[in-house]
Protein backbone atom coordinates (compact mmCIF):
# COMPACT_ATOMS: atom_id res chain seq x y z
CA UNK A 1 0.00 0.00 0.00
CA UNK A 2 1.53 3.12 -0.88
CA UNK A 3 -0.12 6.34 1.24
CA UNK A 4 -1.16 10.07 0.01
CA UNK A 5 1.28 12.77 0.43
CA UNK A 6 4.33 9.86 1.27
CA UNK A 7 6.04 11.59 -2.50
CA UNK A 8 4.39 8.75 -4.68
CA UNK A 9 0.60 10.62 -4.26
CA UNK A 10 -2.30 9.37 -6.40
CA UNK A 11 -0.26 9.32 -9.81
CA UNK A 12 1.08 5.67 -9.17
CA UNK A 13 3.89 4.67 -11.78
CA UNK A 14 2.84 2.84 -14.72
CA UNK A 15 4.59 -0.40 -14.21
CA UNK A 16 4.03 -1.86 -18.05
CA UNK A 17 6.02 1.12 -18.97
CA UNK A 18 9.25 2.50 -19.23
CA UNK A 19 10.76 3.66 -16.53
CA UNK A 20 11.85 7.44 -17.89
CA UNK A 21 14.93 7.74 -17.24
CA UNK A 22 15.80 3.97 -18.65
CA UNK A 23 15.47 4.40 -21.98
CA UNK A 24 18.68 6.82 -22.17
CA UNK A 25 19.19 9.39 -24.87
CA UNK A 26 21.62 7.84 -27.71
CA UNK A 27 25.02 9.55 -28.76
CA UNK A 28 25.29 10.57 -32.17
CA UNK A 29 26.23 7.42 -34.56
CA UNK A 30 24.89 4.57 -31.29
CA UNK A 31 22.20 2.77 -32.92
CA UNK A 32 19.47 1.64 -30.22
CA UNK A 33 18.77 -2.26 -30.91
CA UNK A 34 16.05 -3.36 -28.40
CA UNK A 35 13.09 -2.25 -27.03
CA UNK A 36 11.19 -2.46 -24.40
CA UNK A 37 8.23 -4.23 -23.97
CA UNK A 38 5.85 -5.74 -21.54
CA UNK A 39 4.70 -9.73 -21.78
CA UNK A 40 3.43 -11.59 -19.27
CA UNK A 41 4.43 -13.14 -16.59
CA UNK A 42 7.66 -11.28 -17.00
CA UNK A 43 6.38 -8.04 -17.00
CA UNK A 44 8.45 -5.58 -18.73
CA UNK A 45 11.40 -6.76 -20.68
CA UNK A 46 13.96 -6.20 -23.18
CA UNK A 47 13.31 -7.01 -27.04
CA UNK A 48 16.39 -7.57 -29.70
CA UNK A 49 14.76 -5.50 -32.61
CA UNK A 50 17.62 -6.44 -34.76
CA UNK A 51 19.73 -9.61 -35.03
CA UNK A 52 22.63 -9.15 -32.09
CA UNK A 53 25.69 -10.59 -32.66
CA UNK A 54 27.96 -12.78 -29.88
CA UNK A 55 30.21 -10.25 -28.28
CA UNK A 56 28.20 -6.81 -29.25
CA UNK A 57 27.66 -4.26 -26.98
CA UNK A 58 24.30 -4.08 -26.68
CA UNK A 59 23.59 -1.10 -23.82
CA UNK A 60 25.55 1.01 -22.06
CA UNK A 61 23.92 1.81 -18.07
CA UNK A 62 25.00 4.10 -15.33
CA UNK A 63 23.57 3.55 -11.84
CA UNK A 64 21.09 6.39 -10.17
CA UNK A 65 22.29 5.39 -7.00
CA UNK A 66 24.99 3.04 -5.15
CA UNK A 67 25.32 2.38 -1.37
CA UNK A 68 26.34 -0.76 0.95
CA UNK A 69 24.75 -4.10 0.76
CA UNK A 70 22.00 -4.95 3.21
CA UNK A 71 25.68 -5.89 5.87
CA UNK A 72 28.85 -4.98 6.01
CA UNK A 73 32.55 -5.38 6.72
CA UNK A 74 33.48 -1.58 8.14
CA UNK A 75 33.90 0.68 4.91
CA UNK A 76 34.00 4.19 4.16
CA UNK A 77 30.89 5.13 2.50
CA UNK A 78 32.29 8.19 0.39
CA UNK A 79 34.67 5.66 -1.85
CA UNK A 80 33.97 2.27 -0.41
CA UNK A 81 37.38 1.45 0.77
CA UNK A 82 37.01 -1.68 3.48
CA UNK A 83 38.30 -0.22 6.28
CA UNK A 84 40.65 -1.87 8.96
CA UNK A 85 40.00 -0.63 13.06
CA UNK A 86 42.24 2.67 11.82
CA UNK A 87 39.12 4.45 10.37
CA UNK A 88 37.86 7.76 10.27
CA UNK A 89 34.62 9.30 12.17
CA UNK A 90 32.78 11.43 9.70
CA UNK A 91 32.95 15.17 11.62
CA UNK A 92 29.81 16.27 10.95
CA UNK A 93 27.62 12.58 11.18
CA UNK A 94 30.22 10.04 12.63
CA UNK A 95 29.75 7.25 10.33
CA UNK A 96 32.85 5.56 8.64
CA UNK A 97 34.54 7.50 6.04
CA UNK A 98 39.00 6.98 5.41
CA UNK A 99 39.61 10.50 5.75
CA UNK A 100 38.13 13.56 5.46
CA UNK A 101 38.22 13.82 2.09
CA UNK A 102 36.11 11.37 1.79
CA UNK A 103 33.49 13.49 3.25
CA UNK A 104 32.35 14.98 0.37
CA UNK A 105 32.63 11.89 -1.35
CA UNK A 106 29.80 10.11 -3.88
CA UNK A 107 26.68 10.10 -2.31
CA UNK A 108 27.82 10.33 1.35
CA UNK A 109 26.77 13.86 2.09
CA UNK A 110 23.31 12.35 1.34
CA UNK A 111 23.06 10.66 4.79
CA UNK A 112 25.60 12.78 6.19
CA UNK A 113 23.03 15.70 5.71
CA UNK A 114 20.43 13.67 7.60
CA UNK A 115 22.25 12.27 10.18
CA UNK A 116 24.49 15.07 11.39
CA UNK A 117 20.79 17.23 11.49
CA UNK A 118 19.48 14.43 13.89
CA UNK A 119 22.75 14.99 16.00
CA UNK A 120 23.46 11.36 15.44
CA UNK A 121 26.48 8.97 16.99
CA UNK A 122 27.59 5.76 15.77
CA UNK A 123 27.94 3.17 18.14
CA UNK A 124 31.20 1.03 16.79
CA UNK A 125 31.51 -0.91 20.42
CA UNK A 126 30.17 -4.03 17.96
CA UNK A 127 31.28 -3.59 14.75
CA UNK A 128 32.41 -7.65 13.12
CA UNK A 129 32.38 -9.10 9.95
CA UNK A 130 28.52 -7.81 8.57
CA UNK A 131 26.89 -5.03 10.28
CA UNK A 132 23.43 -4.74 9.17
CA UNK A 133 23.57 -0.65 10.62
CA UNK A 134 24.73 -0.35 7.04
CA UNK A 135 21.21 -1.80 5.84
CA UNK A 136 19.51 1.31 6.23
CA UNK A 137 22.27 3.36 4.01
CA UNK A 138 21.28 2.89 0.48
CA UNK A 139 17.08 3.30 1.31
CA UNK A 140 17.84 6.54 2.51
CA UNK A 141 19.85 7.61 -0.05
CA UNK A 142 16.92 6.36 -2.57
CA UNK A 143 14.73 9.03 -0.21
CA UNK A 144 16.96 11.95 -0.76
CA UNK A 145 16.88 11.71 -4.55
CA UNK A 146 13.19 13.35 -4.39
CA UNK A 147 14.65 16.32 -3.34
CA UNK A 148 18.04 16.05 -4.67
CA UNK A 149 17.46 14.62 -7.97
CA UNK A 150 13.57 14.38 -8.93
CA UNK A 151 14.28 12.53 -12.27
CA UNK A 152 15.86 9.77 -10.67
CA UNK A 153 13.32 9.73 -8.19
CA UNK A 154 10.49 9.18 -10.82
CA UNK A 155 12.79 6.70 -12.14
CA UNK A 156 13.09 4.64 -8.81
CA UNK A 157 9.27 4.75 -8.44
CA UNK A 158 8.44 3.28 -11.57
CA UNK A 159 10.59 0.32 -10.53
CA UNK A 160 9.16 -2.96 -9.62
CA UNK A 161 8.85 -3.47 -5.54
CA UNK A 162 6.66 -6.73 -5.06
CA UNK A 163 5.15 -4.73 -1.83
CA UNK A 164 2.36 -7.37 -1.39
CA UNK A 165 4.07 -10.76 -2.17
CA UNK A 166 7.42 -9.22 0.61
CA UNK A 167 4.92 -8.11 3.22
CA UNK A 168 4.70 -11.77 4.19
CA UNK A 169 8.06 -12.12 3.62
CA UNK A 170 10.95 -12.71 6.71
CA UNK A 171 12.53 -9.12 4.79
CA UNK A 172 9.66 -7.06 5.67
CA UNK A 173 10.20 -7.62 9.74
CA UNK A 174 14.08 -7.56 9.27
CA UNK A 175 13.80 -3.92 7.59
CA UNK A 176 11.07 -2.62 9.93
CA UNK A 177 14.12 -2.70 12.67
CA UNK A 178 16.87 -1.95 10.54
CA UNK A 179 15.75 0.33 8.27
CA UNK A 180 12.02 2.30 9.68
CA UNK A 181 12.67 2.30 13.33
CA UNK A 182 15.86 3.17 13.00
CA UNK A 183 16.09 5.31 10.55
CA UNK A 184 13.02 7.44 12.34
CA UNK A 185 14.75 7.11 15.72
CA UNK A 186 18.19 8.06 15.00
CA UNK A 187 17.92 9.64 11.62
CA UNK A 188 14.26 11.57 12.69
CA UNK A 189 13.18 11.15 9.25
CA UNK A 190 9.49 11.22 8.61
CA UNK A 191 8.79 8.95 6.19
CA UNK A 192 5.99 6.61 6.15
CA UNK A 193 6.81 2.56 6.80
CA UNK A 194 5.03 1.86 3.74
CA UNK A 195 7.30 4.09 1.73
CA UNK A 196 10.26 2.91 3.15
CA UNK A 197 9.56 -0.94 2.91
CA UNK A 198 8.69 -0.50 -0.76
CA UNK A 199 12.03 1.33 -1.40
CA UNK A 200 13.70 -1.80 0.36
CA UNK A 201 11.49 -3.77 -2.29
CA UNK A 202 12.70 -1.72 -5.05
CA UNK A 203 16.42 -2.25 -4.50
CA UNK A 204 15.77 -6.20 -3.10
CA UNK A 205 14.23 -6.62 -6.93
CA UNK A 206 16.94 -4.65 -9.07
CA UNK A 207 20.09 -3.58 -7.56
CA UNK A 208 23.23 -5.39 -9.06
CA UNK A 209 26.24 -6.17 -6.97
CA UNK A 210 28.97 -3.63 -8.08
CA UNK A 211 31.45 -6.31 -7.85
CA UNK A 212 35.48 -5.55 -7.64
CA UNK A 213 37.30 -2.34 -8.50
CA UNK A 214 36.52 -1.38 -5.52
CA UNK A 215 39.83 0.50 -4.33
CA UNK A 216 41.37 -1.71 -1.54
CA UNK A 217 39.88 -5.06 -2.01
CA UNK A 218 39.60 -5.52 -5.46
CA UNK A 219 37.60 -8.84 -6.01
CA UNK A 220 35.36 -8.30 -2.94
CA UNK A 221 31.77 -6.82 -3.61
CA UNK A 222 30.73 -5.16 -0.80
CA UNK A 223 28.24 -2.44 -2.84
CA UNK A 224 25.18 -2.75 -4.68
CA UNK A 225 23.70 -0.18 -7.62
CA UNK A 226 20.65 0.61 -9.16
CA UNK A 227 21.04 0.12 -12.81
CA UNK A 228 17.41 1.58 -14.70
CA UNK A 229 17.85 -0.52 -18.04
CA UNK A 230 19.25 -3.54 -16.76
CA UNK A 231 16.91 -3.79 -13.94
CA UNK A 232 14.33 -3.83 -17.33
CA UNK A 233 15.59 -7.61 -18.27
CA UNK A 234 14.47 -10.47 -17.39
CA UNK A 235 15.58 -13.82 -16.00
CA UNK A 236 16.74 -16.59 -17.56
CA UNK A 237 19.13 -19.56 -16.23
CA UNK A 238 20.95 -19.65 -19.33
CA UNK A 239 20.66 -15.94 -20.60
CA UNK A 240 22.29 -14.49 -23.26
CA UNK A 241 23.79 -11.73 -21.86
CA UNK A 242 27.32 -10.86 -20.03
CA UNK A 243 27.47 -7.85 -17.83
CA UNK A 244 30.68 -6.10 -16.32
CA UNK A 245 31.09 -3.27 -13.87
CA UNK A 246 33.53 -0.89 -14.63
CA UNK A 247 35.79 1.50 -12.18
CA UNK A 248 33.63 4.24 -12.65
CA UNK A 249 30.27 1.94 -11.58
CA UNK A 250 29.18 2.02 -15.03
CA UNK A 251 28.08 -1.03 -16.83
CA UNK A 252 28.59 -2.40 -20.24
CA UNK A 253 26.02 -5.47 -21.66
CA UNK A 254 27.14 -7.57 -24.37
CA UNK A 255 25.34 -10.18 -26.46
CA UNK A 256 26.82 -13.81 -24.61
CA UNK A 257 25.40 -15.15 -27.64
CA UNK A 258 23.90 -14.83 -31.03
CA UNK A 259 20.33 -13.04 -30.00
CA UNK A 260 17.75 -13.14 -32.77
CA UNK A 261 15.47 -10.39 -33.75
CA UNK A 262 12.56 -10.19 -31.54
CA UNK A 263 14.17 -12.62 -28.69
CA UNK A 264 14.18 -11.38 -25.02
CA UNK A 265 17.49 -10.11 -24.36
CA UNK A 266 18.10 -11.88 -20.73
CA UNK A 267 20.34 -11.49 -17.82
CA UNK A 268 20.69 -14.33 -14.86
CA UNK A 269 19.74 -13.10 -11.23
CA UNK A 270 21.18 -16.04 -9.49
CA UNK A 271 24.29 -18.63 -9.80
CA UNK A 272 24.29 -20.03 -13.15
CA UNK A 273 26.53 -22.91 -11.33
CA UNK A 274 23.76 -24.28 -8.51
CA UNK A 275 21.22 -26.89 -9.00
CA UNK A 276 17.84 -25.94 -10.25
CA UNK A 277 15.87 -26.41 -6.85
CA UNK A 278 18.92 -24.19 -5.35
CA UNK A 279 18.13 -21.66 -8.33
CA UNK A 280 14.41 -21.62 -8.29
CA UNK A 281 14.39 -21.48 -4.13
CA UNK A 282 16.78 -18.05 -4.63
CA UNK A 283 14.20 -16.58 -7.19
CA UNK A 284 11.33 -17.23 -5.26
CA UNK A 285 12.95 -16.02 -1.97
CA UNK A 286 14.72 -12.86 -3.00
CA UNK A 287 13.42 -12.15 -6.60
CA UNK A 288 9.44 -12.99 -6.28
CA UNK A 289 8.82 -15.63 -8.98
CA UNK A 290 8.78 -18.83 -9.77
CA UNK A 291 11.52 -19.65 -12.83
CA UNK A 292 10.19 -21.89 -15.46
CA UNK A 293 12.87 -21.33 -17.95
CA UNK A 294 14.10 -24.21 -20.18
CA UNK A 295 16.53 -25.28 -17.61
CA UNK A 296 14.71 -25.22 -15.06
CA UNK A 297 11.77 -27.55 -16.36
CA UNK A 298 14.10 -30.23 -17.59
CA UNK A 299 15.52 -32.39 -15.14
CA UNK A 300 18.27 -33.20 -17.00
CA UNK A 301 18.83 -29.71 -17.14
CA UNK A 302 19.39 -29.77 -21.10
CA UNK A 303 21.67 -33.10 -21.10
CA UNK A 304 24.34 -31.66 -18.51
CA UNK A 305 22.88 -33.46 -15.02
CA UNK A 306 23.61 -30.79 -13.28
CA UNK A 307 21.91 -31.40 -10.34
CA UNK A 308 21.55 -35.31 -10.35
CA UNK A 309 22.59 -37.83 -7.94
CA UNK A 310 23.98 -41.27 -8.26
CA UNK A 311 21.97 -44.12 -7.53
CA UNK A 312 23.12 -45.94 -4.90
CA UNK A 313 21.49 -49.43 -5.40
CA UNK A 314 23.00 -48.98 -9.36
CA UNK A 315 24.79 -46.38 -10.09
CA UNK A 316 22.32 -44.68 -12.67
CA UNK A 317 21.31 -40.93 -12.54
CA UNK A 318 18.81 -39.92 -9.63
CA UNK A 319 16.17 -37.08 -11.14
CA UNK A 320 13.61 -35.10 -9.57
CA UNK A 321 10.49 -36.17 -10.88
CA UNK A 322 8.84 -32.75 -11.23
CA UNK A 323 11.69 -29.81 -11.43
CA UNK A 324 8.72 -26.82 -11.24
CA UNK A 325 7.15 -28.10 -8.06
CA UNK A 326 5.47 -25.04 -6.50
CA UNK A 327 7.10 -25.55 -3.29
CA UNK A 328 10.28 -27.10 -4.81
CA UNK A 329 10.04 -30.35 -2.19
CA UNK A 330 9.01 -33.01 -5.34
CA UNK A 331 11.51 -36.43 -4.51
CA UNK A 332 13.96 -38.05 -7.08
CA UNK A 333 13.98 -41.29 -8.64
CA UNK A 334 16.84 -43.07 -10.45
CA UNK A 335 16.23 -42.98 -14.03
CA UNK A 336 17.89 -46.53 -14.59
CA UNK A 337 16.19 -49.06 -11.66
CA UNK A 338 13.27 -46.67 -10.14
CA UNK A 339 14.79 -46.34 -6.52
CA UNK A 340 12.80 -43.20 -5.04
CA UNK A 341 14.79 -40.85 -2.84
CA UNK A 342 12.77 -38.42 -0.27
CA UNK A 343 13.61 -35.08 -1.30
CA UNK A 344 14.87 -33.97 2.37
CA UNK A 345 17.19 -36.91 1.64
CA UNK A 346 18.54 -34.67 -1.25
CA UNK A 347 18.22 -31.18 0.10
CA UNK A 348 20.59 -32.67 2.86
CA UNK A 349 22.97 -34.23 1.42
CA UNK A 350 23.66 -30.95 -1.39
CA UNK A 351 23.52 -28.71 1.78
CA UNK A 352 25.86 -30.85 4.17
CA UNK A 353 28.10 -31.59 0.73
CA UNK A 354 27.71 -27.16 0.05
CA UNK A 355 28.96 -26.77 3.87
CA UNK A 356 32.15 -29.39 3.52
CA UNK A 357 32.96 -27.54 0.27
CA UNK A 358 32.67 -24.24 1.96
CA UNK A 359 35.04 -25.09 4.76
CA UNK A 360 37.72 -26.77 2.64
CA UNK A 361 38.38 -23.10 0.59
CA UNK A 362 39.92 -23.27 -2.24
CA UNK A 363 44.30 -23.42 -1.14
CA UNK A 364 44.86 -27.22 -0.80
CA UNK A 365 44.29 -29.50 -4.39
CA UNK A 366 44.94 -32.69 -2.30
CA UNK A 367 42.26 -31.25 0.01
CA UNK A 368 39.44 -30.10 -3.26
CA UNK A 369 40.79 -34.05 -4.53
CA UNK A 370 39.82 -35.91 -1.40
CA UNK A 371 36.37 -34.24 -1.56
CA UNK A 372 35.84 -35.29 -5.07
CA UNK A 373 37.05 -38.54 -4.17
CA UNK A 374 34.48 -38.81 -1.45
CA UNK A 375 31.20 -37.87 -3.07
CA UNK A 376 31.92 -39.56 -6.83
CA UNK A 377 30.10 -42.09 -5.40
CA UNK A 378 26.84 -39.80 -4.39
CA UNK A 379 26.74 -37.19 -6.99
CA UNK A 380 26.73 -37.64 -10.72
CA UNK A 381 30.30 -36.25 -12.75
CA UNK A 382 28.29 -33.34 -13.84
CA UNK A 383 26.78 -32.77 -10.53
CA UNK A 384 27.09 -28.44 -9.56
CA UNK A 385 29.22 -29.52 -6.37
CA UNK A 386 31.45 -31.73 -8.62
CA UNK A 387 32.04 -29.14 -11.59
CA UNK A 388 32.48 -26.49 -8.34
CA UNK A 389 35.58 -28.65 -7.01
CA UNK A 390 36.67 -28.82 -10.33
CA UNK A 391 36.53 -25.68 -11.55
CA UNK A 392 38.27 -25.08 -7.80
CA UNK A 393 40.89 -27.55 -8.41
CA UNK A 394 41.64 -26.40 -12.12
CA UNK A 395 42.80 -22.91 -10.67
CA UNK A 396 44.65 -24.17 -7.93
CA UNK A 397 46.84 -26.15 -9.00
CA UNK A 398 50.02 -24.23 -9.77
CA UNK A 399 48.52 -21.27 -8.13
CA UNK A 400 48.35 -21.58 -4.21
CA UNK A 401 51.08 -19.57 -2.33
CA UNK A 402 54.46 -21.94 -2.52
CA UNK A 403 53.74 -23.34 -5.74
CA UNK A 404 54.40 -22.13 -9.55
CA UNK A 405 52.86 -23.65 -12.38
CA UNK A 406 56.27 -24.74 -13.59
CA UNK A 407 56.50 -26.90 -10.23
CA UNK A 408 53.83 -29.19 -11.16
CA UNK A 409 54.39 -32.81 -12.49
CA UNK A 410 52.89 -33.76 -15.90
CA UNK A 411 50.42 -35.74 -13.95
CA UNK A 412 49.51 -32.66 -12.14
CA UNK A 413 49.17 -30.57 -14.92
CA UNK A 414 47.30 -33.60 -16.92
CA UNK A 415 45.28 -33.44 -14.29
CA UNK A 416 44.34 -29.32 -14.09
CA UNK A 417 43.74 -29.82 -17.75
CA UNK A 418 41.30 -32.56 -17.51
CA UNK A 419 39.22 -30.46 -14.77
CA UNK A 420 39.52 -27.92 -16.88
CA UNK A 421 37.73 -29.92 -20.05
CA UNK A 422 35.04 -31.04 -17.70
CA UNK A 423 34.12 -27.83 -16.84
CA UNK A 424 34.37 -26.56 -20.33
CA UNK A 425 32.14 -28.82 -21.39
CA UNK A 426 29.24 -28.39 -18.81
CA UNK A 427 29.69 -24.51 -19.67
CA UNK A 428 29.00 -25.71 -23.83
CA UNK A 429 25.80 -26.12 -22.52
CA UNK A 430 24.53 -23.83 -19.47
CA UNK A 431 26.92 -21.03 -20.72
CA UNK A 432 27.34 -20.85 -24.10
CA UNK A 433 29.40 -18.31 -26.33
CA UNK A 434 30.95 -15.39 -24.36
CA UNK A 435 31.59 -16.18 -20.23
CA UNK A 436 33.77 -15.23 -17.60
CA UNK A 437 34.41 -18.72 -16.45
CA UNK A 438 34.86 -19.50 -19.69
CA UNK A 439 37.36 -17.17 -20.16
CA UNK A 440 39.28 -18.42 -16.66
CA UNK A 441 39.07 -22.18 -17.63
CA UNK A 442 40.39 -21.57 -21.01
CA UNK A 443 43.05 -19.75 -19.84
CA UNK A 444 44.24 -22.32 -17.34
CA UNK A 445 43.92 -25.28 -19.95
CA UNK A 446 46.04 -23.57 -22.56
CA UNK A 447 49.06 -22.59 -19.88
CA UNK A 448 49.24 -26.17 -19.01
CA UNK A 449 49.05 -27.13 -22.85
CA UNK A 450 51.89 -24.81 -23.28
CA UNK A 451 53.88 -26.27 -20.42
CA UNK A 452 53.76 -29.67 -21.53
CA UNK A 453 54.56 -28.27 -25.03
CA UNK A 454 57.33 -26.57 -24.10
CA UNK A 455 58.82 -29.51 -21.73
CA UNK A 456 58.27 -31.94 -24.99
CA UNK A 457 59.95 -29.41 -26.74
CA UNK A 458 63.11 -28.91 -25.00
CA UNK A 459 63.69 -32.73 -24.65
CA UNK A 460 63.50 -33.08 -28.42
CA UNK A 461 60.57 -35.21 -27.87
CA UNK A 462 58.41 -33.75 -30.96
CA UNK A 463 58.99 -33.20 -34.82
CA UNK A 464 58.54 -29.41 -36.05
CA UNK A 465 55.37 -30.57 -37.28
CA UNK A 466 54.01 -32.22 -33.71
CA UNK A 467 55.33 -28.87 -32.30
CA UNK A 468 53.34 -26.71 -35.19
CA UNK A 469 49.88 -29.11 -34.11
CA UNK A 470 50.01 -28.66 -30.64
CA UNK A 471 49.94 -25.12 -30.94
CA UNK A 472 46.99 -24.93 -32.53
CA UNK A 473 44.74 -25.40 -30.01
CA UNK A 474 46.51 -22.88 -26.82
CA UNK A 475 46.51 -20.17 -29.74
CA UNK A 476 42.75 -20.64 -30.29
CA UNK A 477 41.76 -20.99 -26.44
CA UNK A 478 44.01 -18.16 -25.81
CA UNK A 479 41.83 -16.06 -28.73
CA UNK A 480 38.42 -17.26 -26.96
CA UNK A 481 39.74 -16.00 -23.21
CA UNK A 482 40.23 -12.56 -25.01
CA UNK A 483 36.77 -12.77 -26.99
CA UNK A 484 36.07 -13.82 -23.39
CA UNK A 485 37.10 -11.38 -20.86
CA UNK A 486 37.54 -8.27 -23.52
CA UNK A 487 34.89 -6.00 -21.75
CA UNK A 488 36.43 -6.62 -18.62
CA UNK A 489 37.31 -3.98 -16.00
CA UNK A 490 41.50 -3.68 -16.48
CA UNK A 491 41.76 -3.55 -12.98
CA UNK A 492 39.79 -6.67 -11.76
CA UNK A 493 41.06 -10.10 -11.67
CA UNK A 494 39.67 -11.24 -15.32
CA UNK A 495 41.17 -7.76 -16.77
CA UNK A 496 44.24 -8.72 -15.58
CA UNK A 497 43.92 -12.02 -16.84
CA UNK A 498 42.81 -10.91 -20.31
CA UNK A 499 46.08 -8.37 -20.46
CA UNK A 500 48.08 -11.65 -20.41
CA UNK A 501 46.09 -13.54 -22.40
CA UNK A 502 46.69 -10.99 -25.22
CA UNK A 503 50.39 -10.66 -24.34
CA UNK A 504 50.38 -14.50 -24.48
CA UNK A 505 48.79 -15.04 -27.64
CA UNK A 506 50.92 -12.35 -29.45
CA UNK A 507 54.12 -14.21 -27.80
CA UNK A 508 52.37 -17.58 -28.94
CA UNK A 509 51.91 -16.09 -32.85
CA UNK A 510 56.10 -15.14 -32.50
CA UNK A 511 56.87 -18.63 -31.32
CA UNK A 512 55.22 -20.33 -34.16
CA UNK A 513 56.80 -18.74 -36.80
CA UNK A 514 60.38 -19.08 -35.49
CA UNK A 515 59.53 -22.94 -35.06
CA UNK A 516 59.06 -22.81 -38.77
CA UNK A 517 62.33 -21.35 -39.17
CA UNK A 518 64.36 -23.36 -36.76
CA UNK A 519 66.96 -25.73 -37.59
CA UNK A 520 65.99 -29.65 -38.05
CA UNK A 521 68.39 -29.99 -34.77
CA UNK A 522 65.71 -28.30 -32.52
CA UNK A 523 63.51 -31.46 -33.48
CA UNK A 524 62.39 -35.38 -33.61
CA UNK A 525 63.56 -36.19 -37.19
CA UNK A 526 60.43 -37.30 -39.11
CA UNK A 527 59.65 -41.12 -39.19
CA UNK A 528 60.05 -42.52 -41.91
CA UNK A 529 56.90 -43.30 -43.89
CA UNK A 530 57.43 -46.88 -45.51
CA UNK A 531 54.47 -48.40 -48.16
CA UNK A 532 54.96 -51.97 -47.58
CA UNK A 533 51.56 -53.68 -48.77
CA UNK A 534 49.55 -54.56 -46.15
CA UNK A 535 48.93 -58.38 -45.42
CA UNK A 536 45.63 -59.63 -45.96
CA UNK A 537 44.43 -61.70 -43.22
CA UNK A 538 41.60 -64.38 -43.81
CA UNK A 539 38.86 -62.11 -43.18
CA UNK A 540 39.85 -59.78 -45.86
CA UNK A 541 39.75 -62.13 -48.60
CA UNK A 542 36.77 -61.62 -50.81
CA UNK A 543 34.39 -64.36 -51.07
CA UNK A 544 35.68 -65.11 -54.16
CA UNK A 545 38.94 -65.51 -53.13
CA UNK A 546 37.48 -67.81 -50.18
CA UNK A 547 36.11 -69.79 -53.01
CA UNK A 548 38.90 -70.36 -55.12
CA UNK A 549 40.84 -71.39 -51.67
CA UNK A 550 38.45 -73.77 -50.78
CA UNK A 551 38.35 -75.27 -54.45
CA UNK A 552 42.30 -75.58 -54.21
C1 LIG B 1 14.61 -6.66 -12.19
S1 LIG B 1 12.90 -6.77 -12.42
C2 LIG B 1 12.76 -6.90 -14.15
C3 LIG B 1 11.80 -5.86 -14.68
C4 LIG B 1 10.37 -6.15 -14.38
N1 LIG B 1 9.85 -7.11 -15.31
C5 LIG B 1 9.55 -4.87 -14.39
O1 LIG B 1 8.58 -4.77 -15.11
O2 LIG B 1 9.91 -3.98 -13.63
C6 LIG B 1 12.63 -8.38 -11.80
C7 LIG B 1 11.21 -8.81 -11.81
O3 LIG B 1 10.78 -9.11 -13.12
C8 LIG B 1 9.99 -10.29 -13.16
N2 LIG B 1 10.73 -11.34 -13.88
C9 LIG B 1 11.98 -11.27 -14.37
N3 LIG B 1 12.31 -12.40 -14.99
C10 LIG B 1 11.27 -13.22 -14.91
C11 LIG B 1 11.03 -14.56 -15.36
N4 LIG B 1 11.95 -15.26 -16.01
N5 LIG B 1 9.82 -15.09 -15.10
C12 LIG B 1 8.87 -14.39 -14.43
N6 LIG B 1 9.06 -13.13 -13.96
C13 LIG B 1 10.25 -12.55 -14.20
C14 LIG B 1 9.78 -10.68 -11.72
O4 LIG B 1 8.63 -10.05 -11.26
C15 LIG B 1 10.99 -10.09 -11.04
O5 LIG B 1 10.81 -9.85 -9.67
Redesign the pocket.
Known sequence: MVEEGDGRGSALPD??KA?PGAVQELQSGEERRWRLE?QE?????LIATANLSMGDVIYRDNPIITGPKLTSALLCLGCYKTLTDEHYDCSKCTWTLCGPECETEGYHPYECKVFSKANFKLNLADFGDKNPVYECILPLRCLMLREADPSKWSTLQ???S?DEIRQKSDFWDIEQINVCDFLRKQAKVEYSDALMHTICGILD??CHEVRSNVPGAPDESRVRGLYPL???????CTCNTQHTIMDDHSMVVVASRNIAKGQQI?GI?TQLLSGTTERRKH?RYC???????RRCSDPTELGTYFSALRCTQCGGPVLCKDPLHPNNTADYRCTECGNEVPNSEVNGLTCLIGAEIALAGENDPTILEQLLEKYSSLLNPNHFHIIALKSSLSQTYGRVAGTQMTDLSAGQLGRKMQCCRDVLLVLDVLDPGISRLRGIMEYELQVALLLLLQRAFVQRQLTRQEVLQRLHEPLLLLQSVSMCLQHEAPSCFEGKIYTIAQRSLAEVLKWREKVKLMPEEKFLPPPVITFDQPKLSEQDLTLGDLLRKIGS
Open positions: KTPYPFGRCAMEHVNCAMMSHDTYLKFFDCVC
